[in-house]
């Protein structure tokens, strides 16, 4: 004795849209029947359990790295220059007033670079007083010359 029995191929893992229906032609087996039943219910708890999931879906954020990770990552091999720059300008780059963190001595942004450095950097093309990033690799280039001691918060950390 046959039966019609409808057999779903899986043609892709995450969607729905990727199932086809093939009709096939099978004899009655009760232990081959009993298996057909279990793999039915499973896939209709995976379609479930995957449209539930797909209406809990979160839309993707990019992480925007914060100052100091930047730091942290130009200074990894320097774990102390992360303590030193928090000391010297906590990890900003504008005042709140939006204009370039000065200091009294005119040290400029997150690094606090010294008025000596500026005509180097602007050698160099860095914008050190309106970018975070030049600023970090001004204080890069500060760092590998002169070493920690070129900033006054290292002696205090």
Same mark, same amino acid.
């Not at 219910?41 to 993707?60: G, H, N």
């Not at 007083?129 to 204080?139: R, V």
């Given at each position: 004795?046959?039966?019609? $029995?409808?057999?779903? +191929?899986? *043609?892709?893992?995450?969607?729905?849209?990727?199932? /086809? !229906?093939?009709? %096939?032609?099978?004899?009655?087996?009760?232990?081959?029947?009993?298996?057909?039943?279990?793999?039915?219910?499973?896939?209709?708890?995976? $379609?479930?359990?995957? +449209?539930? *999931?797909?209406?809990?879906?979160?839309?993707?954020? /990019? !992480?925007?790295? %914060?100052?100091?990770?930047?730091?942290?990552?130009?200074?990894?091999?320097?774990?102390?220059?992360?303590?030193?720059?928090?000391?010297?300008?906590?990890?900003?780059?504008?005042?709140?007033?939006?204009?370039?963190?000065?200091?009294?001595?005119?040290?400029?942004?997150?690094?606090?670079?010294?008025?000596?450095?500026?005509?180097?950097?602007?050698?160099?093309?860095?914008?050190?007083?309106?970018?975070?990033?030049?600023?970090?690799?001004?204080?890069?280039?500060?760092?590998?010359?002169?070493?920690?001691?070129?900033?006054?918060?290292?002696?205090?950390?």
């Amino acid at each position: 004795m046959k039966y019609k $029995l409808l057999v779903f +191929l899986i *043609l892709g893992f995450f969607f729905i849209s990727n199932i /086809a !229906i093939a009709e %096939t032609e099978i004899k009655a087996d009760p232990h081959l029947q009993v298996q057909i039943d279990r793999l039915s219910d499973s896939l209709e708890d995976y $379609l479930s359990a995957k +449209l539930a *999931l797909e209406a809990l879906k979160v839309p993707q954020v /990019a !992480i925007i790295p %914060t100052i100091r990770d930047k730091v942290a990552e130009a200074f990894k091999d320097e774990p102390k220059m992360l303590p030193t720059i928090g000391c010297e300008s906590n990890f900003r780059q504008f005042d709140s007033r939006g204009k370039p963190l000065r200091s009294p001595t005119s040290d400029v942004g997150v690094m606090q670079i010294n008025q000596v450095h500026w005509g180097e950097a602007k050698k160099l093309g860095l914008d050190i007083f309106y970018s975070e990033d030049d600023n970090i690799k001004m204080g890069r280039i500060i760092y590998e010359s002169q070493g920690l001691e070129a900033w006054t918060c290292s002696k205090k950390v």
